[in-house]
């Protein structure tokens, strides 16, 4: 499998990932520098370098084919699928990490997700008390959604 991260910043959550699945390679995109090169430092530290990748670039113009494209604290959902929506294979789907406003995002993307032939819905995250409330909003397209197998 592989994964994009966008606007990977500390590398959350693509460096964790890539700790706990081994077997899935792991593209951090991030567009500033310092923080590009802090990532290329904890992927050598940690000894990633074989399933870790570090780019410095746009997301938007990034180009790659992914199963799976991470975000956290990145965008709005509607700008968030803008520039990602590129990125992840037809049966792929992105996983945006999001906060209390999950579900007023998603309503509000909704033209553009009926646009791209995508779906998208909310999943709460049990997090530690005392933490503001985690959601994982999944977007996927509207033909995975609705394949059905024998």
């Known amino acids: 499998a592989s994964v994009v991260d966008v606007g990977s910043g500390a590398g959350l959550p693509g460096i964790p990932l890539a700790i706990a699945r081994p077997d899935v390679m792991v593209v951090?995109?991030?567009s500033l520098l310092r923080r590009s090169v802090f990532l290329s430092e904890?992927?050598?530290?940690?000894?990633?370098?074989?399933?870790?990748?570090?780019?410095?670039?746009?997301?938007?113009?990034?180009?790659?084919?992914?199963?799976?494209?991470?975000?956290r604290a990145v965008a709005?959902?509607?700008?968030?699928?803008?520039?990602?929506?590129?990125?992840?294979?037809?049966?792929?789907?992105?996983?945006?990490?999001?906060?209390?406003s999950a579900a007023d995002e998603v309503e509000a993307a909704a033209g553009l997700l009926g646009e791209l032939g995508?779906?998208?819905?909310v999943h709460p995250v049990r997090a530690a008390a005392?933490?503001?409330?985690?959601f994982v909003v999944r977007v996927r397209s509207v033909s995975r959604e609705t394949h059905v197998v024998n």
């Open 76 to 100: 709005p959902l509607t700008r968030l699928i803008g520039w990602t929506k590129h990125l992840f294979l037809p049966d792929g789907q992105l996983l945006a990490l999001k906060g209390a």
């Open 42 to 71: 904890v992927v050598a530290e940690l000894d990633l370098s074989d399933r870790v990748e570090v780019v410095r670039s746009r997301s938007e113009d990034f180009r790659g084919s992914f199963d799976v494209v991470v975000a």
């Open 130 to 134: 005392n933490l503001e409330e985690t």
């Open 28 to 30: 951090l995109v991030e």
């Open 118 to 121: 995508l779906v998208a819905d």
